[in-house]
């Protein structure tokens, strides 16, 4: 009996093994639109304090917006490292390719020691193109960006540039700029130069920068980028909303312009700032700027379920911090209540990002009544010596601050130690992430997929014809191969370089990092960016170039 119900039960285990994959495998239908949603660097620690932080505080009912879609959790990796960036990891969303810390959408040089894919060493350095690419080259579908940070930081450029240093702002804007995006909204307008805004005025690309008014005011049909600040937006907590729009009303002004386009559209929403508060250990920061994402999230969902021709896929780039709720320096933790765990916490007004500003700008003497105004915390002698110590100093690298002595990691200590929360690192983590999804007709990616799985997920529901790697011979073939046998020269001298081929009396001109060439000086537009790479000194282009000459 017993070598029975064992057989049984194997197959029975064998027989759900092969649904669940049959599942797994079924082709996915292509739907009109596709939304990605990003928060950047939430753990799954930090969606359940969302949740019952929200619970705690009524915000909504029980659930997040994410919940009824939850569906898998996603591996993120790498190339070379089981934790990676946002440079890498959200590059493997968009190119399927992981890639090395630092790389934008771009082909990773080999580590044969580390590798955790097969990389071929003669590819190093190789834009890849992405998902985004592929809607609007393949598709002519309208494409758009929604950030709360910098518009060419590392999510928001892995889905529309590439380059092997995410840092490189100079090379990454312009691409950006030229991809010729129907929508970008986000921050960084100190990364729009002249040049940009000239090419805007040729593609009739609106361009409003701080003016809130404006951009809600907006309902027309031409291209838009919407800026506010100089870097990035104030974490939501901080948010002046009369300045600043919050990140559900940019998606939906987002959704309000692209549905417009008759081939659909593509769109990635990044909740940027729940990384930059997980990285300063800022607790009530991870839950605020998570909770804005969700927000965002419900928009999204709303409009997919009314559409009907829409798919969303919602899931971190990585994790980050480690955030728990429960801290091994705290005798009976797991016996604590809600209101132990969330009373704290929810009296918060200002991150602590929110409250140096404030306490930067106020006398020493102001130090403890403003604390308590924005806290309800009652700071220590020991504690205001402290922060008067750190005044004058300011991390610079939102990266480092949790490991920094200055007054934003010295708020963020005194404001975590009267609650429940813990943190084991101010970095990246490698655990699996959470990943929910939206199809109207239900072909989901369930189960544990990796960064890889998503990207061709993300190819087939959106019905490319051709495979991103053969597109990506298409449009970023080397100039060495596309001009093989002619004349030409690179011109290094100047902010970008500048490929010039000759054939007989005809000139072609080709700036780095643009979508505009120069036939004998007549513009050409292209459909996609050429790419400088000064480490292999190789320019990559569109092979149809040579057909101009």
């Known amino acids: 009996m017993k070598k029975l119900n064992l057989s049984i039960l194997l197959i029975l285990i064998f027989a759900t093994t092969a649904i669940a994959q049959q599942q797994y495998r079924t082709p996915v239908r292509p739907t009109k639109n596709v939304i990605v949603m990003i928060p950047d660097g939430t753990s799954i620690g930090v969606v359940s304090a969302a949740r019952w932080y929200q619970i705690y505080n009524k915000l909504g009912g029980e659930n997040l917006a994410i919940d009824p879609y939850l569906c898998g959790t996603v591996k993120t990796f790498s190339s070379n490292a089981p934790i990676g960036d946002s440079a890498p990891t959200t590059s493997a969303y968009m190119t399927g390719m992981p890639q090395q810390t630092g790389n934008v959408s771009i082909y990773p040089v080999a580590d044969p020691a580390n590798d955790l894919v097969p990389v071929d ?41 590439h380059y092997y240093n995410r840092g490189k702002y100079k090379y990454i804007a312009p691409q950006m700029a030229y991809q010729n995006l129907d929508v970008m909204f986000g921050g960084g307008n100190d990364q729009i130069t002249d040049d940009i805004k000239q090419h805007f005025k040729n593609t009739n690309t609106l361009l409003i920068q701080d003016d809130v008014k404006a951009f809600r005011n907006f309902k027309g049909k031409e291209k838009i980028w919407a800026l506010f600040e100089k870097g990035a ?28 386009n008759e081939s659909g559209f593509f769109l990635m929403v990044e909740g940027s700032k729940v990384d930059w508060s997980a990285h300063g250990n800022d607790a009530v920061g991870c839950i605020t ?26 899931l971190p780039d ?9 801290r ?53 002698d020991d504690e205001l010596k402290l922060l008067l110590s750190s005044k004058n100093y300011h991390e610079s690298d939102y990266m480092k601050v949790s490991n920094s002595v200055n007054m934003g990691s010295t708020i963020v200590n005194i404001m975590n130690s009267r609650t429940y929360f813990g943190f084991t690192t101010g970095g990246h983590t490698g655990e699996e992430v959470f990943l929910a999804a939206y199809h109207p007709n239900g072909d989901l990616p369930i189960g544990m997929n990796t960064n890889i799985d998503i990207n061709h997920y993300l190819s087939d529901v959106l019905g490319i014809k051709t495979p991103l790697p053969e597109m990506t011979k298409e449009i970023f073939a080397k100039h060495t191969d596309v001009f093989k046998g002619m004349e030409y020269s690179i011109d290094k001298s100047t902010d970008f370089p500048v490929l010039k081929v000759k054939k007989g009396n005809v000139t072609l001109t080709i700036p780095a990092f643009k979508s505009v060439v120069y036939l004998n000086d007549q513009p050409i537009s292209l459909n996609s960016v050429t790419v400088y790479i000064d480490k292999n000194d190789t320019f990559y282009l569109p092979k149809s170039l040579a057909n101009k000459l």
Request: net charge negative.
């Open 328 to 380: 091994r320096d705290l005798p009976k933790y797991d016996k604590a209540t809600i209101d132990d765990l969330f009373k704290n916490v929810s009296k918060y007004k200002k991150t602590g990002e929110g409250l140096e500003k404030i306490l930067l700008k106020s006398k020493p003497e102001d130090f403890k009544r403003i604390f308590k105004e924005y806290t309800d915390i009652d700071i220590t």
């Open 121 to 161: 060493p003669a590819m190093a350095y190789q834009p890849l193109a992405t998902i985004l690419e592929a809607a609007k080259y393949q598709q002519n579908k309208a494409t758009g960006l929604v950030v709360t940070v910098e518009f060419p930081h590392a999510t928001p450029a892995d889905c529309s540039a």
């Open 289 to 314: 700027e998570y909770l804005a994402f969700d927000k965002a999230v419900a928009v999204v969902m709303d409009f997919a379920k009314k559409n009907g021709e829409t798919t969303v896929i919602v």
């Open 318 to 326: 990585h994790g980050n911090s480690g955030f728990t709720i429960g």
């Open 233 to 260: 937006h104030p974490y939501d907590l901080d948010r002046d909303d009369s300045l600043i729009p919050s990140l559900s009303e940019m998606t939906q002004k987002a959704l309000d312009r692209l549905s417009q």
